[in-house]
């Protein structure tokens, strides 16, 4: 089978992504990062993901990017927002997705790996610059740059499958691949049970990402029983 890398955080895009990419007919090598981001009740989600996912492996890499914090993810005295911001919110985490493809770039050229597959999104997304398809496209021409692969003639793809697809799209591909979304976890700030909060901008995009594809939304939510 050829071989993938897949970024996992455990929540709604990246279990898409990684079903999509099993159904392409890949062995994926999901990887994970505990980067100092307020909960880890994704990390636990992530594993979860991973084996109903049938990765063929799953790693978890542990990186501080608190150490230089500027986000809300990665600062606990930067309350997150519960109502929706202009401009680039402070959500947004510097440099993370650049971090996060480097460090699966690497792993995907000790796999022997070509493809590296990532859930960014810019239809439904929160205004992130390293969400968008420049921003893609631009990795996509560094990573063939900057390795043996690139440089011995071979060449290295960064697949983005969720790109131009609104939530509810992205919720109906999972659902026909069977992707159970009661095990994942988007909240900013989900509780140590990993229940969300219901307020911030993940869920809100979540929620009316289910309402928009006509069907119930499995998220355990503070407050509410069960």
Not at 133 to 141: D, M, R, T, W, Y
Not at 148 to 159: L, P, Y
Not at 172 to 193: E, H, I, N, R
Request: charge should be negative.
């Amino acid at each position: 089978m050829k071989k993938a890398v897949i970024l996992l955080s455990g929540g709604l895009d990246s279990a898409t992504v990684l079903a999509m990419a099993r159904a392409q007919g890949y062995a994926c090598y999901a990887l994970s990062f505990d980067y100092g981001q307020r909960h880890n009740a994704e990390l636990r989600a992530a594993q979860r993901v991973a084996t109903a996912g049938h990765a063929t492996e799953h790693r978890l890499v542990r990186l501080d990017l608190s150490a230089i914090g500027g986000s809300a993810l990665t600062d606990v005295t930067i309350a997150v927002p519960e109502t929706a911001e202009e401009g680039i919110p402070v959500t947004y985490v510097p440099a993370r997705n650049t971090v996060f493809l480097s460090v699966a770039l690497g792993w995907a050229e000790v796999l022997g790996a070509r493809d590296i597959f990532i859930g960014v999104n810019a239809v439904d997304y929160s205004g992130y610059p390293d969400c968008r398809p420049a921003f893609i496209e631009a990795f996509e021409q560094l990573a063939n740059l900057a390795t043996k692969v690139g440089v011995q003639g071979g060449r290295m793809t960064i697949q983005a499958p969720l790109i131009a697809l609104s939530k509810a799209q992205i919720i109906q591909t999972g659902l026909a691949l069977g992707v159970d979304y009661a095990q994942t976890v988007s909240c900013y700030q989900a509780d140590s049970d990993g229940r969300a909060c219901g307020r911030c901008d993940a869920c809100r995009l979540r929620a009316q990402g289910f309402a928009e594809a006509g069907v119930n939304d499995p998220t355990p939510y503070q407050g509410l029983a069960g």
